[in-house]
């Protein structure tokens, strides 16, 4: 699960970093280019990744209601919470550096906040992935709402391709493993 806002005006901003983690994810999962089909909550695909199926998907119903897509589309996959990785921003890393967890408060993320309210419990994996935090006092939802900057893009396609490598690794190798290898530095 990815975490992001629909609509076009959101495409590129800190907050949507979930869906374009999953977009590259799906663009190098196979041979040919695989399509995000708009789907009950979302939009969702199914690729092959380091021998696994993995169903993506990217919530229509905004960050503060991410729960209910979570729930939806774990019963309708027969899916564990246990199976489930959701990737989000986090501004208290700083751009590209990511943090894998298998549990855990939200950090008032309120995309977190909603899936934990929803499901009833914070032992689900999560990546939070660093949009950094540098903006003026006040202006935090300017900042989270806004692009990369010219000079953070380089950070942000190296952090997208280790969250690529992480969501491989973890369908292999499982949580402890992969916390091992990405959460250094």
Known sequence: MGLGNPGEEYAQTRHNIG?????VLASVAGSAPVDFISSRY????QVRRA?????????STYMNLSGQAVRYWLGAEKLGVEQLLVITDDLSL??????LRGHGSAGGHNGLSHIEETLGTQAYA???FGIGADFPK???VDHV???FGPAEWPDVVAGIDRCVNL????ATSGLAHTMTDFNKG
Not at 19 to 23: C, E, K
């Open 94 to 99: 700083p751009v590209g550096r990511l943090r």
């Open 167 to 170: 969501v491989s690794m973890y």
């Open 51 to 59: 021998g696994h199926q993995l169903v993506l998907l990217k919530p």
């Open 126 to 128: 999560r990546v939070r």
């Open 138 to 140: 006040g202006r935090q």
């Open 145 to 147: 709402l806004g692009s």
């Open 42 to 45: 979302g939009w969702r695909t």
């Open 19 to 23: 869906f374009m983690v999953l977009d």
